[in-house]
Every structure is written in structure tokens, then in C-alpha cells.
């Protein structure tokens, strides 16, 4: 028998008995673990027997054998889709300052980008609980299909309006089907090694930014807006394809988990009746009002400093490039002691203040294009740790058959901080000298992210007061 193999009984005054040798699919009823043994405890109030169906007694174990990477490749080709595409937005942002939005204020432009974010994260409404509900496989085939759909629109779009509902409705909505689909397929496969998982499959962004930046930047530049556009949404769908195949659940979801949606029970309690979940989500909203005003902003900064648009695109190319190495490394870093989820916590409390002092003063001294490469390329690989560590934070604290809901929950929070964040920051940038000192977005930028990993360091003091305690956290 598998030493991840639990049984479980349930006694008449509730109390759930759960011997096993490591935390399972159970673990959502424990309140100590000693020694590695799962002890007696008091019974999720909500919980009744029928849900036991719920619950696979035969699991596979995670991080061993060749299905738990097959996770990662699926993770890794939905954040080339996804977030890979989110990435380049200061790309189409520079883009359209100069072509068919260049009548428009900076502020204005920003909405594109902004409401990108936003339905991209309060999607996880949505998709989160759908993928408890259904599985992952589901939610990456219907969104391969929407993502290059929306994408492939904005060939057509003429008018703010039009790119608006394309770019920034349609087709973050697929992408954030493909995210959180895979999202939770990894954290069900990996224990031990989930940072290292997550930095791997995370820096599929990074790749994506790379590569779809290039692309748009040869094609745009030399050829047509039209044609750069296909080929974005080509090579999106035939990337957002490997997702279908290898996204999986190593917690099957029996006819239970489909009950009906629940918004108290699926996304209220957890902020009610968990500190560090709350206290997480708070970080991670006051992170978004600043994390991709970079991303958005340093393109057209160099503008600003006189670099040719060409060139000017480069920047957004070395912030994914930097993105791609600081995601590994991150995840590896977290790994070092992933028993300890107060290190998990403190890594990700790290990354958020490099990536802080990266806008404000590296960037805010940045007035070449070799230094705001530079900066970019810094930025990025901070940045990238940010992105890659919060979902594996958020299932070091969940149990593992709600971990889509969760990741859902705090995303559609923190939602409302993407929403607001670019046309702050574009407000801030026009009312500088005519909208050509970013000085003031600069520290805007590194602020918010300052005070992100500052509520982030409240939360991991508290990260003992989670639903499963470990003799050794620290």
C-alpha cells in the first residue's frame, strides 16, 4: 500500500479518525500532525458523509514518476498562453500610443492593459471552482479555442472600444481558463517539489514574452499590424493545445464535488475563519496595483529617452528574459526547505521587495536605454519569483481538493487592484511635464509593491495558524 494511502472513519461525535504516515487528500480535517502521523480530529463542520465519495483512499503519490511532469509541461504551455500574452502588453500599449490609438491619453490606452488584468483574475471566480468541479481538462479545452479567438479579433479592431472587449475581455478570459486548469492540476501532483514545479512551469511566460514580443515587434514593425496578430494567435492556439492532454487531477472529483456552487462556503469562509488567507489575498491585491505597471510603462519610457519604437520593444523582451530565470530560481530557493511553510512565505516576501527597490531607485535612475535594459531585465527576474511562488503559497495553505477555488478566491480580489493599477499609473505619468517624467510612476510603483511585502511578512508570522500544523514549521 502506498504509504500516501489514507482510511478514514467517522464516528458518532463527529471526530474524523485518519491514520497515515503523510497528509493526504484529508488533510482539510486535521488539526496536528506529529511525526509525520495524521492524528484524530474534529471534523470540518461542514462536512457529512456523503462526502466521502469525494475521497480517493488509493492515491498516487505526488512528485514521483513521469505524471506529475506532465503536469508541469501542460503548466508551462498554458502560462506561455496565458501569461506570456499578458506580459507583452506594454508592447501593444507602445504600439498603439503611435498608430491607431494615438489620439488617445495615456491614462485611456492604459484601460487596455488594466482590464486585461482584471477579467484575467476575477475569471478565477469562475474557473477555479469549475475545475474542483470538473476537472481541469474541461476548462483548457474550451479555453484553447477562446484565447487565440480574442487575440485574433484585435486584427479587426479599429476603435478603443473594439480592442477593448477583444483584447481585454475575450481573450484574458480563455487564457485564465488554461491558468487555472493547470494551476491546480500541479498542485495536486507535487508536495515536496511544487515550488520547483511551479518556477519551471512559470517561466513558460517568460518564454511566451519573448517570443510573441519578437514576433509582434518583426511583424508590426515590417510588415503589417494584421499579419503580426495571426501569427500571435496561431502559435497561441497550437501552445494552448499541450494543455489538453496533460492536465489531470491526482484527486479524482466524484459526484459530490459537483454540488451546487456555493459563494459563502467556496469563497467567503476562508477569509472569515483564516488569518494568513486573508491576510495573503491583501498582499497580493496591494502587489497587483503595482507589479505590471513596469510592464506596461518601460517601453514607452524608452520612447521618451529617444530609442526607436524597434528597439524600444526590446526592453519588454529582456523583462521576460530576466522573468524566465527568477521563476526557477525562486521555485528552487522555496524548495530548499519546502517542509517549512514560513519559508515558502519569507521567499516570496523577498522577491516582492527586490522587485520594489527595482522601480524605485533602479529604475528611477534609469535615463539611457542600456540602464532601463537593465532594469527591465533585474525587474523581471523579480517579478517572475512573485508570479511564480503566490499560487504555490496559496496550496501550501489549502486543502488540496479546493486548491482552484482558492487560487480562484484570491484572484478575484486582488482582481480589483489590476483594475485600478495602469490608468493610476497612467494619471501619475500625464500629469508629469506633460506625460514625459515617469519619476512619480516610478515610485508609485515601487511603493505598492513595498507595502505588498510588508503585509506579506504580517501574514507569514501567522502562517502557523493554518488548517494543518507541522512540528517543524519555522
Not at 327 to 346: N, T, V
Amino acid at each position: 500500500m502506498s504509504p500516501w494511502t489514507s482510511a478514514a472513519g467517522v464516528d458518532d461525535d463527529d471526530d474524523v479518525i485518519l491514520p497515515a504516515t503523510q497528509p493526504g487528500p484529508h488533510s482539510r480535517f486535521a488539526d496536528t500532525i506529529k511525526n509525520g502521523k495524521l492524528v484524530s480530529v474534529q471534523a470540518d463542520p461542514d462536512f457529512d458523509v456523503e462526502e466521502a465519495e469525494f475521497l480517493d483512499l488509493t492515491l498516487p503519490e505526488p512528485d514521483v514518476g513521469f505524471r506529475p511532469w506532465l503536469s508541469v509541461i501542460g503548466g508551462l504551455a498554458a502560462q506561455f498562453s496565458s501569461f506570456g500574452y499578458l506580459n507583452i502588453v506594454g508592447v501593444f500599449l507602445a504600439y498603439y500610443k503611435t498608430h491607431q490609438l494615438e489620439d488617445l491619453s495615456p491614462a485611456t490606452i492604459s484601460w487596455i492593459g488594466s482590464v486585461q488584468s482584471f477579467v484575467f483574475s476575477l475569471s478565477g471566480i469562475v474557473c477555479g471552482r469549475a475545475c474542483d468541479m470538473y476537472g481541469p481538462r474541461v476548462l483548457t479545452m474550451i479555453g484553447t479555442f477562446v484565447l487565440p479567438a480574442g487575440i485574433l479579433l484585435t486584427a479587426f479592431c479599429t476603435r478603443w472600444i473594439e480592442v477593448l472587449i477583444a483584447q481585454s475581455v475575450i481573450a484574458p478570459f480563455g487564457g485564465a481558463m488554461l491558468f487555472y486548469g493547470t494551476t491546480a492540476s500541479m498542485s495536486s501532483w507535487f508536495a515536496k517539489r511544487r515550488g520547483m514545479a511551479f518556477g519551471i512551469a512559470t517561466s513558460g511566460s517568460s518564454i511566451g514574452g519573448v517570443i510573441l514580443s519578437y514576433i509582434f515587434d518583426r511583424l508590426a514593425t515590417h510588415k503589417s499590424y494584421k499579419r503580426a496578430i495571426f501569427a500571435l494567435a496561431a502559435i497561441e492556439f497550437c501552445v494552448a493545445a499541450v494543455t489538453i492532454p496533460t492536465s489531470s487531477l491526482r484527486i479524482k472529483s466524484g459526484n459530490n464535488a459537483r454540488r451546487s456552487f456555493d459563494f459563502h462556503r467556496n469563497f467567503i469562509r476562508p477569509f472569515e475563519t483564516e488569518p494568513v488567507f486573508a491576510l495573503f489575498t491583501l498582499a497580493m491585491t496591494v502587489i497587483y496595483l503595482g507589479i505590471f505597471v513596469p510592464y506596461a510603462f518601460m517601453a514607452t519610457h524608452s520612447l521618451t529617452l529617444g530609442v526607436p519604437l524597434d528597439r524600444a520593444m526590446h526592453v519588454v523582451t529582456a523583462m521576460n528574459a530576466g522573468s524566465f530565470f527568477g521563476r526557477i530560481a525562486a521555485g528552487s530557493i522555496a524548495d530548499i526547505r519546502a517542509h517549512s511553510r514560513r519559508w515558502q512565505f519569507l521567499t516570496f516576501v523577498g522577491v516582492t521587495s527586490c522587485a520594489a527597490l527595482a522601480c524605485f531607485p533602479l529604475w528611477f535612475m534609469s535615463t539611457t536605454e542600456y540602464s532601463v535594459v537593465f532594469t527591465a531585465a533585474i525587474y523581471g527576474a523579480a517579478s517572475g519569483g512573485i508570479l511564480a511562488l503566490y499560487p504555490a503559497a496559496i496550496a501550501r495553505i489549502s486543502p488540496l481538493q479546493e486548491i482552484g477555488s482558492r487560487v480562484g478566491a484570491v484572484s478575484s480580489v486582488m482582481a480589483f487592484g489590476s483594475l485600478v493599477a495602469l490608468p493610476v499609473a497612467g494619471t501619475i505619468m500625464g500629469k508629469s511635464s506633460g506625460g514625459e517624467d515617469f519619476g512619480g510612476l516610478q515610485i508609485y510603483a515601487g511603493t505598492v509593491l513595498a507595502g505588498g511585502a510588508f503585509v506579506a511578512y504580517l501574514a507569514s508570522k501567522r502562517v502557523d495558524e493554518g488548517n494543518i500544523r507541522l512540528e517543524d514549521d519555522s
